[in-house]
């Protein structure tokens, strides 16, 4: 029963948001559209009732995401729940159990109820970032809040990224000291050579 009324009302809310597509981020009526949308679908497999195919969502996800839109669908597709914690709504990919998280492919889906903001919480090849709708042009930038578990996979993948680029910087230095240290060697070594060259000839 509760999953008919659930089915209604997300049907009602896709013919309702057809027309709504558009509005920017700020609207108070789009942000009054998506949280009666989003609400009574916490606690479902969003592949189970096509959330992400909600023009409601679709239309301002590949808006947001671009050409990233399907690799973040591919790993979004893996998630088993709607969740909310405070005023943010979210979706969780469900590729590994979270200490292997900051190593492999993730993503996350969050719309914050207070701002009506969309944002994607992206770690793809081992890089880390944060895509996020905006306001106008001129107005304030919002700063994308990300719920517990997104930001405890975020922040570890950045960790991850920053010791390999460490690592990685090292190498470099250690290479470059190289480098440079073979030319004073070789012409130490060729010195040495000159000077044995001139006892035997002497």
Excluded at 149 to 167: I, N, S
Aim: aromatic share 6%; glycine share 4%; charged share 20%.
């Amino acid at each position: 029963m509760r999953f008919l009324k659930i089915a209604t009302l997300v049907a009602s809310s896709l013919l309702l948001v057809g027309c709504v597509s558009s509005l920017i981020i700020g609207s108070d009526l789009q942000n009054r559209l998506m949280w009666a949308f989003i609400e009574p679908l916490v606690g479902f497999n969003p592949n189970d009732i096509h959330f992400f195919d909600a023009p409601i969502i679709k239309n301002r996800m590949t808006a947001l995401l671009g050409d990233k839109y399907a690799p973040v669908m591919e790993l979004l597709n893996t998630a088993n729940k709607i969740q909310q914690e405070g005023a943010l709504y979210y979706v969780a990919s469900r590729y590994a159990p979270p200490e292997a998280k900051a190593i492999v492919d993730s993503a996350g889906m969050v719309w914050n109820a207070s701002t009506n903001q969309i944002a994607v919480m992206l770690v793809k090849d081992g890089i880390p970032e944060i895509i996020s709708e905006q306001v106008e042009a001129g107005k304030q930038a919002l700063v994308p809040e990300l719920p517990k578990e997104l930001k405890t996979v975020y922040d570890q993948a950045v960790a991850v990224k920053q010791e390999l680029d460490a690592q990685k910087q090292q190498l470099e230095n250690l290479q470059n000291v190289l480098e440079n240290a073979e030319d004073p060697l070789l012409e130490l070594i060729q010195q040495k050579e000159k000077e044995a060259l001139e006892k035997a000839g002497n």
